[in-house]
Structures are given as structure tokens and as C-alpha cells.
């Protein structure tokens, strides 16, 4: 039997941008796609949505003093 990770009430959600979504953050937020926290790609969730290496992962998560918080990885074979 395999288990969903997707589904688990303690993932948030993960979704892989699309090319011009990222353009969009990396100016809004005048930074370089290497400046950006790292997420393995080995990682469960990274593997679940088939993210491949330079990928970048939006993560929504709920919070309970912020309502939403929103965080980006960018897929990595190594954490540096």
C-alpha cells in the first residue's frame, strides 16, 4: 500500500512555477534564482510532484498568526 504525502494534513501545499512566474519573483524581490533557501531533490514532496534540479517550488502553508505564509525553494541535488 503507498501513501499519498500529498494528501497528509501536515504537508503544505508545493507547486512547481512556471518559467514566467519565476521571472516574476525574482524581480519583484530584485534577487538571483541562486539566492533562494534550497530544497533537496530527493526531497519526498520534491519527488511526489516530479521536480526536477532548478526547478523552483512555491510552498503554501496556513499559520496561525499570519493566516497564509508563502516560501520558495529552488530544487537542488545538494545543500550547500
Known amino acids: 500500500?503507498?501513501?499519498?504525502?500529498?494528501?497528509?494534513?501536515?504537508?503544505?501545499?508545493?507547486?512547481?512555477?512556471?518559467e514566467e512566474e519565476v521571472e516574476k519573483l525574482l524581480k519583484t524581490y530584485n534577487i538571483k534564482k541562486e539566492q533562494l533557501p534550497r530544497i533537496r531533490i530527493d526531497d519526498p514532496v520534491a519527488k511526489a510532484i516530479n521536480a526536477k534540479e532548478g526547478d523552483?517550488?512555491?510552498i503554501i502553508r496556513k499559520s496561525p498568526t499570519a493566516g497564509i505564509s508563502v516560501a520558495y525553494r529552488?530544487?537542488?541535488k545538494e545543500i550547500i
Open 56 to 58: 523552483v517550488i512555491k
Open 1 to 18: 500500500m503507498k501513501i499519498d504525502i500529498l494528501k497528509h494534513e501536515l504537508v503544505p501545499h508545493h507547486e512547481i512555477l512556471s
Open 74 to 76: 529552488v530544487v537542488s
